[in-house]
């Protein structure tokens, strides 16, 4: 990483999302570490992935639409979705990034989905429990990212799919199809 893309997201960015950028990144290079992982890949995809999250919903929607992003139901009615998508393209254009695993892993790290690489689900899980996160049972998460990538992986998309259950919220499919792909893989293993 180099000071000048720190400098620049360092402006893009509220202090507090960029204080969490920077856990993300962390805790992405140690789980790549763990892993197997590129851990200079993780990390800069950590620190980015979040580099369109301060733009307001109808930006998000036009940015998809110029980029081809196909949109679906859900990211219509939850445009804030998109900063996944539109985050790989505003990383592409605006920080230079050219690497295609890196741009993977900044486009699936909010919803996740199915057949993501090694560090798309690095990034997404790192996103799940950097150190800022505090919701109940992050803890335990924490700890079994430690153990197994995949039943950390399993989990959060339990934990995900459990709090959007309960809040009446709307489901993304790519975040069904991701649990459902770990799940089969999981038990093919």
């Known amino acids: ?8 997201l360092t402006n893009q960015l509220s202090p507090k999302r960029l204080e969490h950028s920077l856990g993300v990144s962390k805790a992405a290079a140690k789980l790549a570490e763990r892993y197997g992982a590129d851990a200079g890949k993780a990390r800069l995809a950590g620190l980015l992935h979040d580099c369109a999250r301060v733009m307001p919903s109808n930006i998000l929607l036009q940015v998809a639409e110029a980029s081809g992003i196909v949109v679906n139901d859900v990211e219509q009615r939850e ?17 230079g990034v050219d690497d295609p695993e890196v741009l993977g892993a900044i486009r699936w790290h909010t919803t996740g989905g199915p057949h993501m690489t090694l560090l ?4 997404f899980l790192a996103d799940y429990i950097e150190p800022r996160r505090t919701f109940p049972g992050v803890d335990r998460l924490r700890k079994l990212a430690k153990v197994s990538l995949d039943e950390a992986l399993l989990s959060s998309y339990d934990q995900t799919l459990k709090h959007l259950l ?9 975040t069904v199809e ?4 770990l ?3 999981m038990k093919e293993k």
């Open 1 to 8: 990483m180099t000071d000048k893309l720190l400098e620049k």
């Open 79 to 95: 445009p804030m979705l998109l900063h996944a998508p539109v985050g790989a393209v505003i990383a592409a254009r605006d920080y």
């Open 120 to 123: 798309e689900e690095i990034v």
């Open 166 to 174: 309960a809040e009446g919220g709307l489901i993304h499919p790519a």
């Open 178 to 181: 991701g649990r459902n792909a």
């Open 183 to 185: 799940l089969i893989r």
